[in-house]
């Protein structure tokens, strides 16, 4: 070993970055990155390894909703259903409530009426017996339909998966869109045809509503929106007739509320809280918006026709928003159903499609394409819309949030934050990507969607790309950590791989935060989770840029390595020395595994998976790691990679001694 043998020490800090020279980069900033994929900047500093998911529910959110059979005495291999609210394919399979076995739907044997909401079916094999009247119908399989909408909500999840909404808790989806309209009632005796007498309704049922009706046979669907009276009462159209005259006072249950196929839109949501209530609403761009306390689902079918195929929301200063086209309509203070002027709703026009809203600090932000716009004052008396700029926009709605104290979206040149001035009522807009153009260009590039998620505890915003074509483990995104810097808080960046996103959120209460996404294979992943991507190994990568140590001129032996560490649990990771910017014709060593999966290794309570007799708790883990290294170049750059189910880890820092030798 040499004499003049020298150290150089990397603090690892400050994230990817792809915008410098390669000579640039390892001279200016070599704490950062040239690769960091499923690592995180982390606000405890260094670069984490990401952790992975797990299923929210290890049920599917189910493709159909439960449908019934529609008529008694059904025989051989034709069934008739009724409350169906989809198209059934050819090879669906479905199980019949009281009838063994399992059935398959035919060549050409669907027939389906979306105005009745029935279906007649051809099976494959004829009935085992005959089916109950309004016995359920359950599809098992068929549905590859992604989920379109996704909202973490209290301790549930609600899901939109067919037009359908559900919420689950962890332990299986219940269907929630079942409408509410009162307690309604056969209103008189005797009645017959396709004409329904009904009281106790509290609101109007919608066209396509399904219910069943006691003691009388068939499911019925509403087929003319009805008038409901001050006292409750309507005639409703129906489909069928009547298939025996009802009891006076019969009770009348509805079913599913109907909603018109947006099975291609996107749901979005706003959660927010009327008196002691926690509420969400959902707009799908098509139908009426809905509005959910936990208990009850109730579609605002009494909005005006600016509200109806809403596709943003947003709750602000106490009423609800909903944007279609140019048009922004809120509901009266308070409320989130009243859309009466005289009570204080009304509507405003912003002059350009909306693409997405946010409530921030004391205003609510619009975006459009080509602008922003933002809506000051408290009520219809004080509202005021203001520009915040003329020149950028938002080009994917659902790439727009918070994040500590800055609002995060994707523009057309790269992801940008809206962030309040010290200058009351000014903002400061900017790129804040340009230090990873390429990454960001490339995930624009590779994807037909875009979805994105904040973990509140990490300062983080993550944009997940979707496209269909792509596996779930060539899924790409990004990931941009708040930190603080020299100069005020900056991003620190990373790329993000196995992440399949078409919907996801998160949600902050009671000191738990809960992070989900969801594609086409119809379950919900809780993120943030485990240290693996639903069982498969998480592979990570860390390569420092090129440092030339000293004199870039001068050829450096390197001798050892040292690596600091902030483990977790097992650590097992390879490094290997890349020289003179891995150039063609470059002679590169070999990796050196570095490992604290010992036996005898501490057990961290909480934070890892040990063995009892074998962890020993109170026991330290090995931090640091110091490596023998072969090779010379006049550049060097340090590459950590893993492969593994291990708890996440952070690389802190990392020394190389090297001894100087001939200059090139």
Not at 209 to 221: G, K
């Amino acid at each position: 070993m040499p004499d003049n043998l020298q150290t150089y020490a990397f603090e690892f800090k400050g994230g990817l970055i792809s915008n410098l020279a390669p000579l640039q980069h390892g001279i200016q900033q070599p704490g950062t990155a040239r690769i960091l994929r499923n690592f995180e900047p982390s606000v405890e500093g260094g670069y984490k390894k990401i952790l992975g998911y797990n299923k929210f529910d290890d049920n599917v959110v189910p493709g159909f909703n439960v449908c019934k059979v529609h008529g008694a005495s059904q025989s051989g291999t034709t069934l008739i259903i009724g409350n169906v609210h989809f198209t059934p394919v050819v090879g669906d399979t479905l199980t019949i409530t009281g009838v063994d076995g399992t059935y398959t739907v035919a060549s050409g044997g669907v027939s389906y009426s979306s105005t009745t909401k029935r279906a007649t079916l051809t099976l494959t094999t004829s009935l085992d017996s005959s089916p109950a009247d309004q016995a359920n119908v359950t599809f098992t399989s068929g549905s590859n339909e992604a989920i379109h909408g996704l909202a973490a909500w209290e301790s549930t999840v609600i899901a939109v998966r067919n037009n359908n909404v559900y919420s689950s808790a962890g332990s299986g989806f219940t269907q929630i869109n079942v409408s509410q309209y009162g307690v309604p009632r056969v209103n008189g005796g005797s009645q017959s045809g396709g004409t329904l007498n009904v009281d106790g309704l509290t609101s109007a049922p919608q066209v396509g509503d399904t219910f069943t009706i006691a003691s009388v046979a068939l499911v019925y669907t509403v087929t003319t929106k009805p008038t409901v009276n001050a006292a409750g009462e309507s005639a409703i159209a129906i489909s069928p007739d009547l298939n025996s005259s009802p009891s006076d006072d019969a009770v009348i249950t509805f079913l599913t509320a109907a909603k018109v196929n947006a099975a291609t839109n996107i749901n979005r949501f706003s959660k927010y809280r009327i008196g002691t209530t926690e509420k969400i609403a959902g707009v799908d761009g098509t139908n009426y918006p809905f509005v959910y306390d936990g208990t009850t689902y109730t579609p605002l079918t009494g909005a005006p026709d600016d509200v109806l195929g809403a596709s943003h929301t947003a709750s602000y200063k106490n009423q609800l928003f909903f944007a279609k086209g140019d048009v922004l309509t809120f509901t009266a203070p308070y409320t989130d159903n009243d859309f009466d002027a005289g009570n204080g709703a009304g509507n405003i026009s912003v002059g350009s499609n909306i693409t997405g809203l946010i409530a921030f600090r004391d205003q609510l932000i619009i975006f459009s394409e080509n602008k922003i716009d933002r809506l000051v004052g408290n009520t219809i008396a004080d509202f005021v819309l203001q520009p915040v700029t003329r020149n950028i926009g938002c080009i994917d709605s659902d790439t727009i949030r918070e994040v500590a104290g800055d609002v995060v979206f994707l523009g057309p040149d790269g992801i940008r934050s809206l962030s309040g001035s010290d200058k009351v009522g000014d903002f400061d807009l900017a790129v804040i990507s340009k230090t990873i153009q390429k990454e960001v260009t490339d995930v624009i590039n590779s994807n037909d969607s875009f979805m994105s998620v904040t973990i509140k505890n990490k300062s983080q915003y993550r944009l997940l790309g979707f496209n269909s074509n792509i596996s779930d483990a060539a899924a790409t995104g990004i990931i941009g950590t708040q930190l603080a810097g020299p100069e005020g808080t900056m991003f620190g960046w990373s790329e993000i791989r196995g992440f399949k996103a078409f919907v996801a959120d998160s949600n902050y209460k009671a000191k738990t935060e809960t992070i989900v996404f969801a594609n086409t294979n119809g379950f919900v992943y809780n993120m943030d989770t485990t240290n693996t991507f639903d069982g498969t190994a998480i592979e990570a990568t860390f390569a420092s840029p090129f440092v030339p140590l000293s004199d870039p001129e001068f050829r450096k032996t390197i001798f050892k390595l040292h690596l600091y560490t902030e483990p977790s649990g097992s650590f097992d990771t390879t490094a290997r020395l890349k020289f003179d910017l891995n150039e063609e014709g470059s002679v590169q060593p070999a990796s050196i595994a570095l490992s604290n999966t010992t036996s005898g290794v501490a057990g961290v309570y909480g934070r890892s998976t040990s063995t009892y007799g074998t962890a020993v708790y109170g026991g330290r883990l090995k931090k640091k790691f110091t490596a023998q290294t072969v090779g010379s170049g006049f550049n060097v750059s340090v590459l950590f990679s893993s492969t593994d189910s291990n708890p996440s880890y952070s690389l802190d820092a990392a020394t190389l001694e090297y001894g100087t030798f001939d200059r090139r």
